[in-house]
């Protein structure tokens, strides 16, 4: 692109793309709120269908929840502090704290992927209940999306670590801050209603 | 070897194969069909011309026009479904066995609503959407062109699958919908339910993307000027439409995949037993559902609007009427889907509330009905085949609203849910409103897409045709249904004495075939005669808005200065006082890539592996998603400038293209 002399003004063309793309992903993020939405709505409907089988207050365990949900939150503040060293342009901040929420994210993937294992080693699978099903599909799909965060974080990292904190970089970095966040706010919304409130006997 | 065969080819094998004569021969004339392609384009050298040209495009015009194509041939193939229900229903009476057999032609009816709503409706509704949108904002391309090229391939991906169905194994016999628990493993132990879910959720996903994109292209793409409302009601009606993809497809999604777990790995969502609930099932796909039928038809009238102001060569009447009804078609329709299942029980409140929301849509419908009649109202009308295509999806458009409004009174609704009446009530709904819509839109923009007109002496056959084919093949229907036919029959009492109306409906939709033919005559002669027909001024019907103001067929670059709006109708302001938005400018466009048809190919591979339980295909075919999604990461440049120099240069050689033809 630079090769070529324009009258485009490329520094705004760059502006504009960027801006569309936010505004694109923050649409996404919306069709992604109504794609959890309706998994709530499906475990609200069936929370209460255990079908014989262990309820919520049985087989849920709020401590070692809690320790998960600590550590997501705490990944959610290095996220942060990551995108405002991407501000100050500081390469080297960006990608240690970029490199601690990999860590802490993997470590609340971990966790939640032994919790899923000790509950099927128990017949509590997914094949248990319709409780169960709706447990394992709503928590799994927030595993998954912190799954693709953790693979989009490793390649973002490392071509930021490659080629410099670039135009490009600095975008997919600022989407990959507001992903992490909303993921955090979904969690906040499992925790209650899905951990709290069945800790609860609701 | 079976250890072997289950590892490497899950549930498939040599039985998956067709072994019913009528689907033998259905499988083998789309195999040879599509080798005799291939063959060709292999005779004609044509490969890399069409890889660079078409396959790698990212131009939203080329983009649209390949849906188009995809939507034609499968409307063609959807609509052999529909005559070969209607060939059954018509003979299956009593003694007499209709031509297919009851498993046969629940497959048939399940294929038809499927390819209908999916792979015809919404793929002329993003082609034509890809082809008009960008130009009417006065600007070259969408927000997203690599996202748009993904999406048309994910369209195409799950075309094929569904596709496949009649070569490879099955395809459902749940109906378009597939209600569990018929559509549970229990019910339906085959691949055709599976196919149903993948080929769906692939395409669904295309959707999801488009709708985002779209959304993006009119917030953010508008041309300098061109404030919200100053926007064509097309593009207003796009933004409406668009708006419900992105708040509905997340929740099919959703549906699909809880319905490919219980039918995989044994979850309980929708099971009869294991504290399942088959009615979750039924409201979450009507909560995509009811706002898909608003998807499809907003975008028609949007078109409506369009032809309406051209051809009655006076400005749209209540332009701002038009944009709140839009805007209260989209509100409503996520307040109303449970007048779809009326009889499950919810009560008389909650049947009461949702019959009331239901009525209110025909208000801000009816106020788009009216001002369309207002802006003919002392126009200068010229009575062209759009004009009868208008003709007929308004008289029977409302006779659709007023048995719509019947059905919403829930009392009618449960003498007469699940009956013929309901199908004639929507049928009239989908193809007087979407279809027709699409047809007038498509010989509408035809010149500006390819450079000439369609004949349109042939064109008002083919709307007459479709509309009088439609009232013999839909209202024998309403009769029917209040004769207690139920939907979906494959075989019925002759004593009942429906044999008649049903023949009735038959001969209905030969008429509809017969316009089809005519059609096909129409593109044929138009094609042959495309010297006389040409379209000199880019401005066909002398029309108002900006996608008028380019060249036909518009250029890649499409204007060469974008233009600056003060106008609702600039073009037609323009023309008025006589100016000519004119001058060059240097202008960025994206650069071909492969990735989007790569990524296309893989989406079928892990649909196909995650329907037969090829579980390595899935994984390999994931894992390619994510590399070319990687690749495609790592490519800074995916822009290319054109000078403007080089745009005048184009320009000249256009214009002397242009006249050596005329001469």
């Given at each position: 692109?630079?090769?070529?002399?324009?009258?485009?003004?490329?520094?705004?063309?760059?502006?504009?793309?960027?801006?569309?793309?936010?505004?694109?992903?923050?649409?996404?993020?919306?069709?992604?709120?109504?794609?959890?939405?309706?998994?709530?709505?499906?475990?609200?409907?069936?929370?209460?269908?255990?079908?014989?089988?262990?309820?919520g207050y049985e087989l849920f365990k709020l401590p070692y929840v809690l320790v998960e949900t600590l550590v997501l939150l705490i990944s959610s503040f290095t996220c942060g502090l990551a995108l405002l060293a991407l501000q100050k342009r500081d390469k080297t901040m960006v990608l240690t704290w970029l490199a601690v929420t990999f860590v802490l994210g993997a470590v609340f993937l971990g966790m939640e992927l032994s919790e899923f294992h000790a509950m099927a080693a128990e017949g509590n699978s997914w094949r248990r209940s319709g409780f169960l099903s709706s447990y394992f599909t709503l928590v799994g799909t927030h595993g998954l999306h912190i799954t693709i965060g953790l693979i989009w974080m490793a390649v973002a990292g490392t071509l930021a670590w490659k080629k410099g904190l670039t135009a490009s970089i600095h975008k997919r970095l600022t989407l990959l801050g507001m992903f992490w966040h909303f993921l955090d706010v979904v969690w906040i919304f499992i925790f209650t209603v899905v951990y709290l409130f069945g800790s609860l006997h609701l | 070897m079976i250890g072997f065969a289950t590892e490497w080819l899950g549930r498939l094998s040599w039985h998956a194969f067709p072994q019913a004569t009528v689907t033998r021969g259905a499988a083998i004339g789309i195999v040879l069909g599509g080798l005799i392609v291939l063959a060709l384009i292999t005779y004609f050298h044509k490969w890399r011309w069409l890889w660079r040209e078409w396959l790698t495009t990212q131009d939203p015009k080329r983009i649209g026009i390949m849906y188009i194509i995809v939507s034609v041939l499968m409307l063609l193939r959807a609509g052999s479904d529909a005559l070969m229900m209607r060939a059954q229903q018509a003979t299956s009476v009593g003694t007499h066995t209709g031509p297919f057999s009851p498993d046969t032609f629940q497959q048939v009816f399940s294929a038809h609503g499927t390819i209908m709503i999916f792979f015809v409706a919404m793929g002329l509704m993003f082609g034509l959407i890809n082809l008009v949108l960008p130009q009417q904002l006065g600007n070259r391309d969408v927000a997203f062109p690599f996202m748009n090229a993904l999406s048309f391939w994910l369209f195409t991906a799950g075309m094929l699958l569904i596709n496949m169905s009649l070569v490879i194994g099955e395809f459902?016999?749940?109906?378009?919908?597939?209600?569990?628990?018929?559509?549970?493993?229990?019910?339906?132990?085959?691949?055709?339910v599976d196919y149903w879910i993948w080929s769906l959720q692939i395409a669904g996903v295309g959707s999801l993307m488009s709708g985002i994109n779209f959304l993006v292209t009119i917030l953010k793409n508008r041309c300098k000027g061109m404030t919200m409302m100053k926007m064509p009601v097309f593009a207003w009606s796009v933004f409406g439409s668009m708006t419900l993809v992105a708040f509905s497809f997340p929740i099919l999604t959703v549906a699909l995949t809880l319905l490919y777990f219980d039918r995989t790995f044994g979850m309980h969502f929708f099971t009869a037993g294991g504290g399942g609930n088959a009615m979750m099932y039924v409201n979450l796909i009507w909560a995509w559902g009811h706002p898909e039928v608003y998807i499809l038809v907003l975008p028609a009238f949007g078109v409506y609007s369009e032809i309406m102001a051209t051809f009655s060569r006076k400005r749209l009447f209540g332009y701002t009427s038009m944009v709140w009804a839009v805007w209260g078609i989209v509100f409503l329709s996520f307040t109303v889907w449970l007048h779809h299942f009326f009889t499950m029980g919810a009560g008389a409140d909650v049947n009461s509330v949702f019959g009331i929301a239901t009525m209110l849509i025909a208000i801000p419908t009816g106020v788009k009905i009216f001002n369309w009649l207002f802006t003919m109202y002392r126009g200068r009308i010229r009575f062209t085949s759009h004009m009868v295509w208008f003709m007929g999806f308004v008289f029977l458009f409302v006779s659709g609203g007023v048995t719509g409004?019947?059905?919403?009174v829930p009392a009618i609704d449960f003498q007469v849910h699940n009956s013929l009446f309901l199908v004639a009530h929507f049928h009239t709904m989908v193809v007087t409103g979407v279809v027709f819509g699409y047809l007038a839109a498509i010989s509408y923009w035809f010149p500006k897409i390819t450079g000439f007109r369609l004949h349109d002496g042939l064109g008002k056959i083919v709307a007459w045709c479709w509309s009088v084919g439609f009232v013999l093949a839909f209202f024998p229907l309403y009769a029917l249904g209040f004769m207690g036919a139920t939907r979906r029959l494959d075989h019925y009492d002759a004593s009942l004495g429906w044999q008649p109306l049903f023949i009735v409906a038959a001969i209905g939709a030969l008429t509809i075939a017969t316009g089809v033919v005519f059609q096909i005559v129409q593109l044929i002669v138009s094609i042959w005669q495309r010297n006389e027909r040409r379209d000199i001024t880019g401005d066909a019907w002398d029309g108002r808005t900006l996608e008028w103001s380019t060249p036909s067929p518009t250029p890649f670059y499409v204007f060469t200065k974008t233009p600056v709006v003060t106008e609702r109708d600039q073009f037609w302001a323009d023309k008025q006082a006589g100016t000519v938005q004119r001058g060059y400018e240097d202008i960025l466009l994206p650069k071909n890539t492969g990735v989007p048809i790569v990524v296309g190919g893989l989406a079928?591979?892990?649909?196909?592996?995650?329907?037969?339980?090829?579980?390595?295909?899935?994984?390999?075919?994931?894992?390619?998603?994510?590399?070319?999604?990687?690749?495609?990461?790592?490519?800074?440049?995916?822009?290319?400038?054109?000078?403007a120099k080089e745009v005048e240069r184009l320009e000249n050689a256009r214009k002397r293209k242009l006249k050596e033809v005329m001469a």
């Open positions: 692109m630079s090769e070529v002399t324009t009258t485009l003004d490329l520094r705004r063309v760059e502006a504009e793309a960027t801006s569309k793309t936010t505004l694109g992903f923050w649409t996404y993020l919306m069709t992604d709120c109504v794609l959890f939405a309706a998994l709530f709505a499906v475990y609200a409907v069936q929370h209460g269908n255990t079908f014989g089988g262990p309820d | 459902s016999a749940a109906g378009w919908l597939a209600y569990p628990p018929l559509s549970e493993l229990k019910f339906s132990p085959g691949v055709g409004v019947m059905l919403a079928l591979l892990v649909g196909f592996g995650a329907i037969w339980h090829i579980w390595t295909l899935v994984v390999l075919g994931l894992l390619g998603i994510v590399m070319a999604i990687i690749v495609r990461a790592m490519n800074d440049e995916p822009e290319y400038i054109l000078t």
